[in-house]
């Protein structure tokens, strides 16, 4: 039997609505007790204790939307690879896109990543399958077999389904299953030519802008038909303040939808591109300031759910191009928490709300046992210094590929050890 215990600690626990100073003790890679009153009875024969003053113990982060390049490209990112850097950054589960090569849309392929999964990854790996064969967005995959294999959601990654009613047909069979349909809305021939955010900035640059009613259009769409079918929605990347509008109408109606964001989208704006700068050309692009101010008000609100990293390695090759030629996307496992954790700081979130967007609330809409510290859950959960200065710098990233958005950021706050089902697979000491 082991034993550990987590004394005199910061304990954020969403799940429980608890901030409080006391004490973790996990048993068997279980958590025993969590909270104030943990060591009422002493402390357990055999334990191993660990003073924690000054630090904060949370639930390890839950990442929903991480891209990896297993299978087809893994020269830019390993399962192996990104469990290291999630590991490093806080992050205990992560849900892979099936955009790979070939496409996760069969029961093989999905059981090929678990199997991966257990055989090299560090913390828990949840593949997201895709809705629709070779994601063409014509024919839908078999929901129910992928679920049965262990896909905890649908979703067709970095595309968009342009038909409406193969959207009606996937939210209505999905809802038979209790399955999400997670889906990135950018509307195709909107967004087709658009390298960045459409606005002065971008004619200055002489690139061409995507609209932020591109995002709108296949979103207020997905809304509509989600109160139509009754089936569960999630957007899985959000960027602008009218998008957040909408779905705060379509809670209001009662429809059965969440919202996430990139951090990308909460941390910057147009402005980081800089002189074309293309580690800063993402999908959804980097929005004027008004509008990262505004997803950062509906994040505190709550009409945006969850936060992601949206990690996208890509190498040198796909990044060291013109802007408009380069391919979209950057890593963010590892300075997920620490780039988020500059909300806290400077007081536009509180940090409670801010850790049930990062492990909570996504670990909840997908069905996960993470993102908690109750008494009984798997313990999973890191040890960080909320005001540990520390600079991201290129030869420390883990990740295969090295296409941060915050090279030479000074950060503050940092994961100190993360534990996975009670063991540790990061520490800095």
Not at 58 to 84: F, K
Not at 214 to 234: N, P, Q
Not at 316 to 338: C, H, M, N, Q, Y
């Amino acid at each position: 039997m082991s034993i550990v215990v987590l004394e005199k600690a910061r304990i954020i626990d969403p799940s429980r609505m608890l901030d409080e100073i006391g004490t973790v003790i996990v048993e068997d890679g279980r958590v025993k007790e969590a909270g104030a009153g943990a060591l009422n009875q002493g402390f357990p024969e055999g334990a191993t204790v660990k003073d924690c003053s000054g630090l904060t113990i949370m639930p390890g982060l839950v990442d929903a939307h991480v891209h990896v390049g297993e299978p087809g490209a893994e020269h830019r990112e390993t399962i192996a690879s990104a469990s290291r850097a999630a590991a490093a950054g806080g992050v205990t589960s992560i849900v892979t896109m099936p955009d790979t090569d070939p496409v996760i849309d069969d029961v093989a392929l999905v059981e090929f990543v678990l199997r991966s999964a257990r055989d090299t990854a560090l913390v828990n790996v949840h593949p997201a399958a895709a809705i629709t064969k070779g994601l063409k967005g014509l024919e839908m995959t078999e929901f129910a077999l992928l679920q049965g294999a262990g896909a905890v959601a649908l979703t067709e990654g970095r595309r968009t389904i342009a038909s409406a009613l193969v959207m009606r047909r996937a939210l209505t069979y999905a809802r038979d299953f209790s399955a999400v349909i997670s889906h990135e809305t950018q509307d195709p021939d909107l967004a087709s030519y658009g390298v960045m955010n459409e606005g002065l900035f971008a004619s200055w640059l002489g690139l061409p802008g995507i609209p932020r009613e591109a995002e709108l259009i296949t979103l207020e769409r997905d809304l509509s038909l989600a109160r139509l079918t009754g089936g569960a929605y999630h957007a899985s990347k959000l960027s602008t303040a009218i998008s957040a509008a909408a779905v705060s109408r379509a809670k209001a109606d009662g429809a059965d939808v969440t919202a996430g964001v990139s951090i990308n989208n909460l941390a910057l704006n147009e402005m980081d591109v800089g002189e074309y700068r293309t580690f800063f050309r993402l999908t959804p692009p980097l929005r004027a300031e008004e509008d990262r101010a505004a997803m950062v008000e509906a994040l505190k609100s709550g009409a945006i759910d969850i936060i992601v990293s949206s990690h996208d390695p890509q190498d040198v090759d796909t990044k060291r191009l013109p802007f408009s030629e380069a391919a979209p996307g950057a890593i963010g496992l590892e300075t997920l928490l620490a780039a988020a954790l500059r909300l806290h700081h400077n007081g536009e979130v509180p940090l409670l709300r801010l850790v049930e967007a990062l492990s909570t609330a996504p670990a909840r809409r997908f069905g996960l046992d993470a993102g908690t510290l109750k008494p009984g859950a798997s313990a999973d959960l890191i040890l960080v210094d909320l005001d540990a200065p520390w600079v991201v710098k290129e030869d420390d990233i883990l990740s295969r590929s090295k296409n941060t958005c915050f090279e030479g950021a000074l950060m503050q706050g940092k994961v100190l050890q993360t534990l996975v089902a009670g063991r540790t697979v990061f520490s800095t000491e």
